[in-house]
C-alpha cells in the first residue's frame, strides 16, 4: 500500500506500431485543439472553449492500457482519450460547433460529450461528479462477472470535492475495477496546489481509502502507460482501485477565456521545455522509431482528418428549434 | 398488507423476475434497513444485489448511476429522504440530464422515505419532492396506498428513466389493506379519484390523502359530497384528471403536507388557472404546512401539518362560496 515512482520502462513491451499509434493520437488532440482555438477565437464555437495541452500523454498512456471491452469516464482535457474509444473527430467538431452532428446534438457543449454505447460516460461541469459514476459502471460489471475495468480522469481541484472522496471510498470498499487517473496541472482554473490541499503530495491521499498510489511523470507518455498498464491488470484481477497522479502543467488557460496571468511566466517556461509531444517524438527519433518519412506521412494524414472532419462538421445542420422539448425522457421499451 | 409490507413484496417479485434489479443502500443487507424493507433479501440475492453501501449518499446514488448507464435496474435506498441533499449533484445534474444529453436510457429509481408524524423533527420528516418536480428529466411519485405503493414502485422499476419513490414514512404501518397479487402496475403519471363527490376537488397525495378522506367523510355528515383525487404521480402529473375533477365540481381544494410556498400544489393551482378558469366557482385554495422547517416537538408539529378539522372547514367554507 506504499506510494511508489513508476518508470517508464514498459515501454520496451509496445510495438513500433504501437508507439507510433500513440503519438498519432497525441498529435490528433493537439491538432483538434489548436484548429478549435482559431475557431473560438473566430466566434464560431459558441460558450466556453477548453484544452488539454500538456495533458497528452495523459490522455493517451492512460486509454492505451486498456482493452477492447473497458470503460471510460474522462473529464475536459482528455481529447484523446475519447479518440481512442471511438469517438471521430468530425463528430468532435459538430460538438464544438453545437451542431445536430455532435455527440449532444446542441444539448451539452464543449467536451462535455461521451457515448454510453461506446462504453464513455459523459463528463459534467461538476468535478469529480463521474467518479462514483464510474464506480457504479464498475460494479454493473463485477456484478455480471465481466472482467472489465472503469478507468476515471479527474484534475487537482476535483480531490477536494466530496464527490472524489465518496466516489474513490465507495470504490475501495467494495474492491471495484477501477483505475484512478489524477490529472495534477498544478491549478485549478485559478487555484494553486497550496491553496487545494495541505498534503505533501495528492497521491499521499490514497493509503487513506487503503488503496496503492502512484505518482509519475505526466508528461511521459510511457510512465503513464506503465502505471496504467499495472493498474487495470490489477484492477482486472479483483485488486481493487489504485490512484495514479501524474503530474503535469496546464499550459492553457483554464479556458480559452483565461489568460492565466496568475500563473508565472517561468513555470510555464520550464514545463513548455518539457512538451509531452516533443519528448515523445524526440525519442522516438532518437530509437529510430520515427522517421522523417513516417513523421511526414503522419502529419500529412493528421492535417487531413482534422480539415475533413471540421468540414462534415461544418455541414451538420444546427439543432431544429422544434425539437427543444424532445428527448427529457427516454420512451419505454417495455422490457 | 401493510404499506411498508407492498413495497418490500414489489422489490422481491421484480429482484426475482428481473436479474438487472437490485437494491443499494446504507444497513440495507445484514440489517435490512432501516424500516426493515430488505429483511431476509441478503439470504435470498446475495451481497452483489443487495449492497450494504458505505454512509455516502453522493456515491452510492452516484454508483446506481453508473449501474443504470451498463443497463443494471438499480434501486437505491435514501434512509431517509431528507440526506438526498448530499446526492443533489447526482440527482438533479448527472441523472436528469442523462437522457436529454446521450440519447441513452437511465432505468434509476430512488427510494425515498419521506414525511412527517414520525416524530423525526427538522432533518427526518421533510417533504421535498417540489425541489425534483422543479427537475426536467426525474419522474416522481407519492403512492398513498399499499396497492399503489406496489403498483408504483413496479412501474418505477420498469420505467427507463429516474424515478424518485416518495414513500411516506407515517404510512408504513398505517393500516392494512388488500393488494392485488401478481402484476399490478399503477402507470405513472395517471391519478386516482380516491372518493366520488360534486360539491369540490379536493386535490392531495401522501399522508395527507388520508386525512383528505377522513375530512371529506365529516363534510359528508353536513351533506357536502367531496370528490378527492390521489394525484399519485407529481411529475409528470396527470393534468387531464386535474382539469377532469375541477371541471366537475367547479371548485378545488389542493392540500400537502410539504411547505406551501412554490409546493406542488402551487403548480396544480396554476394549472387549474389556466386551463380551467372558465370551470372555476370559487377561488383555488391551498391548504399546506407552514413555511418554517418541520419542528420536532408532536405538539408543534401538529401545529404545523394540515390537520384533518382544518381540512373539513376548508370543505365547508369552499361549498359554501
Same mark, same amino acid.
Given at each position: ?12 513491451? @509496445?510495438?513500433? #506500431?504501437?508507439? !507510433?499509434?500513440? !503519438? ?61 474509444? +471511438? ?13 445536430? +452532428? ?26 469529480? =461528479? ?7 459502471? &464498475? ?27 465518496? #466516489? ?30 495541505? &498534503? ?30 499495472? =493498474? ?10 489504485? @490512484? ?8 492553457? +488557460?483554464? $479556458?480559452?477565456?483565461?489568460? %492565466? ?65 424532445? #428527448?427529457?425522457?427516454?420512451? $419505454?421499451?417495455?422490457? | ?66 449501474? &443504470? ?13 431528507? %440526506? ?13 440530464? %442523462? ?32 425541489? %425534483?418536480?422543479?427537475?426536467? #428529466? ?65 386535490? $392531495?397525495?401522501?399522508?395527507? *390523502? ?30 387531464? &384528471?386535474? *382539469? ?43 391548504? =399546506? $404546512? ?32
Amino acid at each position: 500500500m506504499s506510494t511508489i515512482e513508476a518508470t517508464s520502462r514498459a515501454g520496451d513491451a @509496445l510495438t513500433p #506500431g504501437e508507439l !507510433l499509434e500513440m !503519438l498519432y493520437y497525441m498529435r490528433l488532440q493537439r491538432a483538434i485543439e489548436d484548429r478549435a482555438i482559431k475557431l473560438y477565437y473566430q466566434g464560431r464555437i459558441p460558450g466556453a472553449y477548453f484544452t488539454g495541452w500538456g495533458h497528452e500523454a495523459i490522455a493517451v498512456g492512460a486509454t492505451y492500457a486498456l482493452g477492447p471491452a473497458d470503460l471510460l469516464a474522462p473529464m475536459h482535457r482528455d481529447l484523446a482519450a475519447y479518440l481512442m474509444r +471511438g469517438i471521430p473527430a468530425r463528430r468532435v467538431f459538430a460538438q464544438f460547433l453545437d451542431r445536430e +452532428g455532435g455527440l449532444t446534438r446542441g444539448r451539452d457543449g464543449n467536451i462535455h460529450m461521451g457515448d454510453p454505447r461506446l462504453g464513455i460516460l459523459p463528463f459534467i461541469s461538476h468535478m469529480a =461528479a463521474s467518479v462514483p459514476v464510474a464506480a457504479g459502471m &464498475a460494479l454493473a460489471c463485477r456484478q455480471r462477472g465481466q472482467a472489465r475495468v472503469v478507468l476515471t480522469f479527474f484534475g487537482d481541484g476535483a480531490t477536494s470535492t466530496g464527490a472524489w472522496h465518496e #466516489g474513490v471510498n465507495f470504490a475501495a470498499v467494495l474492491r471495484l475495477p477501477v483505475v484512478l487517473v489524477l490529472e495534477n496541472n498544478q491549478y485549478a482554473y485559478s487555484t494553486p496546489l497550496d491553496r487545494q490541499t495541505a &498534503a505533501r503530495a495528492l497521491v499521499d491521499k490514497a493509503p487513506g481509502y487503503g488503496i496503492p498510489g502512484v505518482a509519475v511523470d505526466g508528461n511521459d507518455v510511457l510512465a503513464v502507460y506503465a502505471a496504467a498498464r499495472a =493498474a487495470v491488470a490489477r484492477a482486472r484481477d479483483g485488486g481493487g482501485p489504485t @490512484l495514479i497522479e501524474c503530474r503535469t502543467m496546464r499550459m492553457r +488557460g483554464h $479556458s480559452e477565456a483565461d489568460h %492565466f496571468a496568475y500563473v508565472p511566466r517561468e513555470l510555464l517556461a520550464a514545463w513548455a521545455a518539457r512538451d509531452p509531444i516533443a519528448l515523445f517524438e524526440r525519442r522516438l527519433r532518437e530509437e529510430g522509431q520515427l522517421t522523417a518519412e513516417a513523421d511526414r506521412a503522419m502529419q500529412g494524414r493528421i492535417a487531413q482528418e482534422v480539415e475533413e472532419a471540421l468540414a462534415w462538421a461544418e455541414a451538420s445542420p444546427e439543432p431544429a428549434p422544434a425539437s427543444v422539448a424532445e #428527448g427529457v425522457y427516454a420512451a $419505454s421499451d417495455g422490457r | 398488507m401493510t404499506y411498508l409490507e407492498a413495497i418490500r413484496e414489489a422489490l422481491r417479485s421484480e429482484m426475482r423476475r428481473d436479474p438487472r434489479v437490485f437494491v443499494l443502500g446504507e444497513d440495507i443487507g445484514v440489517h435490512g434497513g432501516a424500516f426493515g424493507i430488505t429483511k431476509g433479501f441478503l439470504d435470498e440475492f446475495g451481497p452483489w444485489r443487495v449492497i450494504d453501501a458505505p454512509l455516502s449518499e453522493a456515491a452510492n446514488v452516484g454508483a446506481g448511476i453508473g449501474a &443504470a448507464v451498463m443497463g443494471m435496474r438499480p434501486v437505491v435506498e435514501l434512509q431517509f429522504a431528507d %440526506f438526498v441533499t448530499d446526492a443533489f449533484t447526482q440527482v438533479v445534474n448527472m441523472a436528469a440530464t %442523462f437522457h436529454w444529453r446521450t440519447g441513452c436510457p437511465l432505468p434509476l429509481v430512488l427510494r425515498m422515505p419521506y414525511g412527517g408524524d414520525v416524530k423525526g423533527g427538522p432533518f427526518h420528516s421533510q417533504c421535498k419532492e417540489a425541489w %425534483f418536480v422543479h427537475t426536467p #428529466g426525474l419522474k416522481v411519485v407519492a403512492p398513498a396506498t399499499a396497492g399503489d405503493a406496489k403498483g408504483l414502485l413496479l412501474a418505477a422499476i420498469r420505467d427507463p428513466n429516474p424515478v424518485l419513490y416518495f414513500e411516506h414514512k407515517h404510512l408504513y404501518r398505517y393500516r392494512r389493506e388488500e393488494v392485488p397479487d401478481g402484476e399490478h402496475v399503477t402507470p405513472i403519471g395517471r391519478a386516482h379519484v380516491a372518493r366520488e363527490g360534486t360539491a369540490l376537488s379536493v386535490i $392531495s397525495y401522501g399522508w395527507m *390523502l388520508h386525512k383528505c378522506l377522513a375530512a371529506a367523510d365529516a363534510a359528508a355528515r353536513d351533506g357536502i359530497a367531496a370528490e378527492v383525487l390521489d394525484l399519485r404521480s407529481l411529475l409528470p402529473l396527470d393534468r387531464d &384528471a386535474i *382539469l377532469g375533477t375541477v371541471r366537475k365540481t367547479g371548485k378545488a381544494l389542493i392540500v400537502h403536507e410539504a411547505t406551501r410556498t412554490a409546493g406542488v400544489g402551487a403548480e396544480v393551482a396554476a394549472l387549474i388557472a389556466e386551463e380551467a378558469f372558465e370551470s372555476l366557482d370559487g377561488p383555488v385554495v391551498r391548504l =399546506a $404546512s407552514e413555511d418554517t422547517p418541520v419542528p420536532h416537538s408532536p405538539v408543534l408539529e401538529a401545529a404545523f401539518q394540515p390537520q384533518v378539522e382544518e381540512i373539513a372547514g376548508a370543505i365547508r367554507a369552499l361549498a359554501a362560496y
